[in-house]
């Protein structure tokens, strides 16, 4: 034991954990071989997440027998504080994991709570799926939903490293991996198993579940012959759903597509003369309706924070929302006035882009809403499906309002040709960094794999500064492009 050292309650209470974790992890067949391991950072009260304490599983023992006695426990840094004492034999001599290096690692990238390294069989065979893909890849399952960042209609990407001898000679690759990948939780490695991280135990190992359910999907659909990232999961050797006039031939198209909506595949027409006046002729209604429950009270929240900062910064029509105190009618109808103004601005701000999204959600499921679309889409989205391309959707309307014009749409269900959708989140959609971090996303080896259609040109212009192609459209209704601006122009999708 480090001089000085007094070990707290917490990480007592953390020791318990691991060995209790292990051998669940055990009956599993994740940490089986005396394989695999667990480490986690006590939950000290009055700490920040980088100055707990961590509990370590070591390595080389039986993990269903381990007592909370066999844990190492290290400081921030990985200097050991207190060590496993000497068993007689057969037992081996007390080793720390040879995990140790990329736990710490995904600790200080990550700012894991907790790190779970399992050698499931699953976990392996994942890897085996595609030989010497560099990623795994899987699209519209429900279990996806488990994985911080992810909803069902996304597809999860998860990085392969290659294996090494000693697990310790993984971290830099496990490094350069997760600073590749910034939306990743997991990062497997081939033939051997994967790493999985959360803020916290719980996080983890829930996470870790859902990992290894889609690990073990894929592998069954493969077995079956079925494409894991296909969004009907069709068999390999089939097209996506036959659509008249979809036949392209020996026509190639980009390995990633992504779409804007308004102006590309939907007319600005529809979005100003049927989507902003519902949403704007049912704010008051819709948070009346809906006032207490946890969604509205998030979407004032958001709300009352941008027009703080609008009445802050002088914005045209911002006015002070009275305290919750004053009763729903006032708090709503200060709202309802502000939102009117920023619709009116056509504020591209993501307190109204939420608050809009719920409230068309109602619409579209009322049948009082249908996304309209221009008649080339259907076709390209077929095609493009057919050849293997990944469709992507970038709008700065919210990822849930992109779901509901792509799923209840005058063409039908649009959403199994989609493979994510992005929105203001990620970022400006006129700032270059944006459609980096959309690079990123998609796990693409170059941003050039990538081509943008958007009838703005600023879009195009940062898209391009970001190094993917990039393309705009002139369809009825939109704003004339300038002269000489490089860009190929495209009046139906069909023709990328």
Same mark, same amino acid.
């Given at each position: 034991?480090?001089?000085?050292?007094?070990?707290?309650?917490?990480?007592?209470?953390?020791?318990?954990?691991?060995?209790?974790?292990?051998?669940?992890?055990?009956?599993?067949?994740?940490?089986?071989?005396?394989?695999?391991?667990?480490?986690?950072?006590?939950?000290?009260?009055?700490?920040?997440?980088?100055?707990?304490?961590?509990?370590?599983?070591?390595?080389?023992?039986?993990?269903?027998?381990?007592?909370?006695?066999?844990?190492?426990?290290?400081?921030?840094?990985?200097?050991?504080?207190?060590?496993?004492?000497?068993?007689?034999?057969?037992?081996?001599?007390?080793?720390?994991?040879?995990?140790?290096? %990329?736990?710490?690692?995904?600790?200080?990238?990550?700012?894991?709570?907790?790190?779970?390294?399992?050698?499931?069989?699953?976990?392996?065979?994942?890897?085996?799926?595609?030989?010497?893909?560099?990623?795994?890849?899987?699209?519209?399952?429900?279990?996806?939903?488990?994985?911080?960042?992810?909803?069902?209609?996304?597809?999860?990407?998860?990085?392969?490293?290659?294996?090494?001898?000693?697990?310790?000679?993984?971290?830099?690759?496990?490094?350069?991996?997760?600073?590749?990948?910034?939306?990743?939780?997991?990062?497997?490695?081939?033939?051997?198993?994967?790493?999985?991280?959360?803020?916290?135990?719980?996080?983890?190992?829930?996470?870790?579940?859902?990992?290894?359910?889609?690990?073990?999907?894929?592998?069954?659909?493969?077995?079956?012959?079925?494409?894991?990232?296909?969004?009907?999961?069709?068999?390999?050797?089939?097209?996506?759903?036959?659509?008249?006039?979809?036949?392209?031939?020996?026509?190639?198209?980009?390995?990633?597509?992504?779409?804007?909506?308004?102006?590309?595949?939907?007319?600005?027409?529809?979005?100003?003369?049927?989507?902003?006046?519902?949403?704007?002729?049912?704010?008051?209604?819709?948070?009346?309706?809906?006032?207490?429950?946890?969604?509205?009270?998030?979407?004032?929240?958001?709300?009352?924070?941008?027009?703080?900062?609008?009445?802050?910064?002088?914005?045209?029509?911002?006015?002070?929302?009275?305290?919750?105190?004053?009763?729903?009618?006032?708090?709503?109808?200060?709202?309802?006035?502000?939102?009117?103004?920023?619709?009116?601005?056509?504020?591209?701000?993501?307190?109204?882009?939420?608050?809009?999204?719920?409230?068309?959600?109602?619409?579209?499921?009322?049948?009082?809403?249908?996304?309209?679309?221009?008649?080339?889409?259907?076709?390209?989205?077929?095609?493009?499906?057919?050849?293997?391309?990944?469709?992507?959707?970038?709008?700065?309307?919210?990822?849930?309002?992109?779901?509901?014009?792509?799923?209840?749409?005058?063409?039908?269900?649009?959403?199994?040709?989609?493979?994510?959708?992005?929105?203001?989140?990620?970022?400006?959609?006129?700032?270059?960094?944006?459609?980096?971090?959309?690079?990123?996303?998609?796990?693409?080896?170059?941003?050039?794999?990538?081509?943008?259609?958007?009838?703005? %040109?600023?879009?195009?212009?940062?898209?391009?500064?970001?190094?993917?192609?990039?393309?705009?459209?002139?369809?009825?209704?939109?704003?004339?492009?300038?002269?000489?601006?490089?860009?190929?122009?495209?009046?139906?999708?069909?023709?990328?």
């Amino acid at each position: 034991m480090a001089a000085g050292y007094q070990e707290s309650e917490a990480v007592r209470e953390a020791r318990d954990l691991v060995a209790e974790l292990c051998r669940h992890f055990y009956t599993l067949g994740w940490v089986s071989g005396t394989g695999g391991s667990i480490s986690i950072k006590a939950n000290e009260p009055g700490k920040t997440n980088q100055e707990r304490t961590i509990v370590m599983a070591p390595s080389g023992v039986q993990k269903e027998r381990m007592v909370p006695e066999d844990m190492y426990v290290m400081a921030p840094d990985g200097t050991v504080l207190v060590e496993p004492k000497v068993k007689p034999a057969p037992h081996k001599p007390p080793k720390c994991s040879e995990c140790g290096p %990329l736990f710490l690692k995904c600790f200080e990238m990550r700012g894991a709570g907790a790190v779970i390294h399992s050698h499931g069989m699953e976990t392996a065979m994942a890897t085996m799926i595609v030989p010497g893909a560099k990623e795994f890849r899987i699209s519209h399952m429900e279990m996806i939903k488990g994985i911080v960042g992810h909803g069902y209609y996304d597809e999860l990407v998860v990085p392969i490293i290659e294996n090494t001898a000693r697990e310790y000679e993984l971290t830099d690759s496990l490094a350069a991996a997760i600073e590749a990948y910034p939306k990743a939780t997991a990062v497997l490695v081939r033939n051997h198993g994967v790493y999985i991280w959360g803020d916290n135990w719980i996080q983890a190992k829930t996470q870790a579940e859902c990992y290894h359910y889609l690990f073990d999907a894929a592998i069954r659909m493969h077995q079956m012959g079925l494409n894991p990232c296909h969004p009907l999961h069709l068999p390999t050797t089939s097209a996506a759903p036959a659509v008249p006039g979809a036949a392209a031939g020996n026509k190639s198209f980009p390995k990633v597509i992504v779409l804007d909506i308004e102006g590309t595949t939907t007319p600005i027409s529809f979005v100003s003369q049927v989507l902003f006046p519902y949403a704007k002729s049912h704010v008051g209604q819709h948070l009346l309706a809906t006032y207490d429950s946890a969604e509205t009270q998030a979407d004032i929240l958001l709300l009352r924070s941008q027009i703080e900062q609008d009445i802050k910064h002088g914005v045209s029509g911002a006015e002070e929302v009275p305290a919750a105190e004053a009763g729903k009618e006032a708090v709503v109808g200060a709202l309802e006035r502000n939102v009117a103004a920023m619709i009116a601005a056509d504020r591209k701000v993501t307190a109204l882009k939420q608050l809009q999204g719920h409230i068309w959600r109602g619409g579209y499921e009322k049948g009082e809403l249908k996304g309209e679309f221009f008649s080339d889409v259907l076709t390209a989205l077929s095609q493009w499906h057919a050849a293997g391309s990944k469709i992507y959707i970038y709008s700065s309307g919210s990822r849930e309002a992109q779901r509901l014009i792509f799923g209840y749409s005058n063409v039908g269900d649009l959403r199994p040709f989609i493979s994510g959708f992005f929105d203001t989140t990620t970022g400006n959609k006129r700032e270059a960094r944006s459609y980096s971090e959309i690079a990123l996303s998609v796990g693409v080896d170059s941003p050039a794999l990538i081509t943008f259609c958007t009838d703005i %040109l600023e879009e195009a212009q940062a898209a391009k500064q970001a190094g993917l192609q990039a393309v705009l459209l002139s369809r009825p209704g939109n704003g004339p492009l300038p002269s000489d601006h490089g860009f190929q122009v495209l009046t139906s999708l069909v023709d990328l």
